[in-house]
């Protein structure tokens, strides 16, 4: 599935939470449209206009805030608008939980949409019998920067995922926190597929334990092991969404 044949997707972005996110939405999405515009689309040229809307938009992917993974309907749809397109949901509370900034969360979901719309691609790795899911926040998770002085999530480049790369050669991540391709950061993580399985791969043993504590579901990490969507599964999520 193909989502960006030479336009630029409009995000509707809205706040579902009933909890205060810790900073202000209209803020917030204006950061989010400059670590767009001057971070991720200008590496992975991935342009996307970011408006605020109190609900889905005809023809728009979105990004919407919700209280948790718990909510009735949500669960299990999180990658798909009701017209069947990208979606990222930020799970406020549980992300509150785990002692995360809401702004990193949400940017990091973003760029990963941006880049990998339909969650399918892969790369070739180190290990020649494994493919890599080209997630491009997840092996930087838990390093940030400031944008308009809110944090944004670090992203890595496209040049992450090219094996035939020096250590140091190139820019591998915007923060120029990575050395070489495919390199995990202590704090971040990697999806590999062998052997018709899917598994993490960790950049330290503090990462994969507190990875296993974590509320998952509803991550994109997650959407990976769905498989396609039924006729009853869009009646259902057109419900809940309205």
């Known amino acids: 599935m193909a989502f960006n044949q030479g336009t630029v997707p409009t995000i509707a972005c809205f706040n579902h939470a009933t909890v205060a996110l810790g900073v202000d939405f209209d803020k917030l999405i204006a950061a989010m449209q400059k670590y767009v515009d001057t971070c991720v689309a200008p590496v992975w040229g991935t342009p ?3 408006v605020k809307t109190k609900d889905f938009r005809s023809g728009a992917w979105a990004m ?8 009735k309907g949500a669960l299990a749809f ?3 608008t009701p017209d ?3 979606v990222a949901k930020v799970f406020v509370k549980s992300t509150l939980k785990d002692n995360v900034l809401v702004s990193v969360s949400a940017s990091h979901e973003l760029a990963e949409m941006l880049v990998d719309p339909a969650i399918n ?3 070739n790795g180190p290990d020649p019998k494994a493919t890599y ?3 491009s926040a997840d092996p930087v998770e838990e390093s940030h920067f400031l944008v308009n002085q809110i944090a944004m999530s670090d992203f890595v480049y496209p040049a992450y995922f090219e094996t035939f790369r020096k250590p140091k050669s190139v820019r591998f991540d915007h923060m120029n926190l990575v050395a070489k391709p495919f390199q995990i950061l202590k704090g971040g993580y990697q999806i590999v597929s062998k052997s018709g399985k899917e598994t993490q791969t960790f950049g330290s043993k503090a990462k994969e334990k507190c990875f296993a504590k974590e509320d998952r579901r509803g991550h994109r990490s997650e959407t990976r092991r769905r498989g396609k969507l039924l006729p009853a599964d869009i009646k259902t999520i057109r419900k809940y969404f309205g």
């Open 48 to 50: 996307a206009k970011l």
């Open 64 to 71: 919407v805030f919700l209280d948790d993974s718990d909510q």
């Open 78 to 80: 999180h990658d798909l």
């Open 84 to 86: 069947s397109l990208p």
């Open 121 to 123: 691609l892969y790369a």
């Open 133 to 135: 899911a080209y997630e």
